[in-house]
């Protein structure tokens, strides 16, 4: 996926805050879900969520105004409820700016865990 990098994303220094990030490659599993022909939404609907449980970021270097960005996104592994995805985010020069791994859990309405969907396990696998 790619971004621009707006001023609303930097902070007093100019620099992409660091939170947005999370916002970026949120929008990038969203995409890389949706590429695959698996809505978030229609699962939600059906009563499959996902929940991050635990989320790493390496900040390489920073992202400044006007930059654009390339968020590349990849399932590492799937277990029973657990998804691992993994995240490399360049500047328009292909120097990395950030590397995150984020593990959602599988859960139902309640937020319970509960079993990832085999027909979704083989399309992101």
């Known amino acids: 996926m790619k971004t621009r990098i707006y001023y609303h994303h930097t902070d ?3 620099v ?3 939170a947005n990030y999370l916002k ?5 599993r969203t995409e890389y879900f949706e590429q695959k022909n698996a ?3 229609q699962l939600a609907d059906s009563g499959v969520m996902f929940v991050v449980a ?3 970021i390496d900040y390489k270097f920073p992202a400044v105004y006007g930059d654009q960005l390339d968020i590349q996104t990849q399932v590492g592994a799937i ?6 995805f993994l995240h490399e985010i360049y500047n328009q020069n292909k120097q990395i ?17 509960q079993a990832i969907p085999e027909d979704l396990r ?3 696998g």
């Open 24 to 28: 970026f490659i949120e929008e990038a």
């Open 97 to 113: 700016i950030v590397k995150a791994k984020t593990i959602l859990v599988c859960v139902d309405e309640k937020l319970k865990p």
């Open 39 to 41: 809505s978030i939404k």
């Open 16 to 18: 992409v805050y660091y």
């Open 54 to 56: 635990r989320q790493e």
């Open 79 to 84: 277990t029973g409820v657990r998804i691992e």
């Open 122 to 124: 083989k399309k992101l």
């Open 12 to 14: 007093c220094g100019g």
